[in-house]
């Protein structure tokens, strides 16, 4: 072994410096493994990974009532409006968005794609004619995107009515046990490519029901998300009536019926169906 290793030190320079290059070669990484390295850190993030990031940010001091600033609604809602169907992983003919065969009411699916105490993002899958009942959003900021189809909504905020108030809400004097009186904010529908909507806690529609006029999908945002009803954000149903039918001597003008109701609070309806299924789009990627 000693003999060895003394003949080996006795090799020539030129042959020395070759072992040398050699080594440094086998330890150096291939150009075509560098540039492999490089994309992969340098990748653009997908769409939804863009979305998750924001929301992080967006609602990382968020919580039941806070509402973001008018900045980072502005952004957040920016990121969602260039997102579609194919940014999530959805096509029209999933069968999510087809006709049963049954004639009892249609489930809806909800794709899960992130959910933590300040925030939750996922998919509603509306097959054609499927309703969302009229529900409400306590202490939320929602941010919904209507990724493809067509969709009637409708939703209210609670009227709140000054001790000077001259509205025709004075009727408020003889609102029944039970029922609420509430402002109509959208009745429209939506076909998309269209917009993102935005509710609030207090206003911007925080009360809606979703009627699918075709399939159609939604990808919502909310924050902070549902709770148990001990925290007091547990989702809660409505009856609706027309406003003429508990208006005592309320009269409305013209050009203003259709625009009140009354709200009762129910049960969640023995009709309504919401089924999960697995998000198969991009994945999200936490940074530790």
């Known amino acids: 072994m000693r003999v060895q290793g003394e003949l080996a030190d006795q090799r020539t320079p030129e042959l020395s410096a070759v072992a040398r290059e050699l080594t440094s070669e086998k330890r150096r990484p291939s150009s075509k493994k560098n540039k492999r390295k490089q994309k992969k850190v340098g990748s653009t993030p997908s769409a939804v990974q863009r979305l998750f990031e924001t929301c992080k940010e967006v609602f990382a001091d968020g919580g039941a009532g806070i509402v973001p600033s008018p900045e980072d609604v502005d952004r957040l809602r920016s990121v969602l409006d260039y997102i579609d169907a194919s940014d999530v992983g959805l096509t029209q003919n999933m069968p999510y968005f087809r006709h049963g065969a049954s004639t009892r009411t249609l489930p809806i699916t909800y794709l899960h794609i992130y959910k933590c105490d300040k925030l939750s993002i996922g998919i509603f899958c509306l097959p054609p004619s499927a309703v969302i009942p009229l529900h409400n959003h306590p202490g939320m900021t ?28 004075k009727s408020l004097h003889f609102q029944p046990p039970g029922l609420h ?92 169906f919401v089924v999960g299924a697995k998000y198969r789009g991009p994945k999200i990627i936490e940074q530790s």
Request: aromatic share 14%.
């Open 142 to 169: 929602v941010f919904s995107k209507l990724l493809f189809g067509s969709m009637h909504i409708k939703s209210y905020d609670w009227v709140n009515v000054p001790q000077n108030s001259n509205e025709i809400v």
């Open 181 to 272: 009186l509430a402002k109509v904010k959208t009745d429209s529908v939506f076909t998309a490519p269209c917009k993102t909507s935005v509710l609030y806690p207090e206003d911007g529609g925080n009360m809606h029901c979703f009627t699918a006029r075709s399939s159609c999908a939604v990808l919502d945002v909310l924050g902070p998300p549902y709770s148990n009803p001990d925290d007091g954000r547990d989702c809660t149903y409505y009856n609706e009536f027309h406003y003429k039918s508990f208006s005592g001597d309320g009269n409305l003008a013209p050009e203003e019926d259709g625009v009140y109701a009354w709200l009762e609070a129910k049960k969640k309806p023995d009709d309504f």
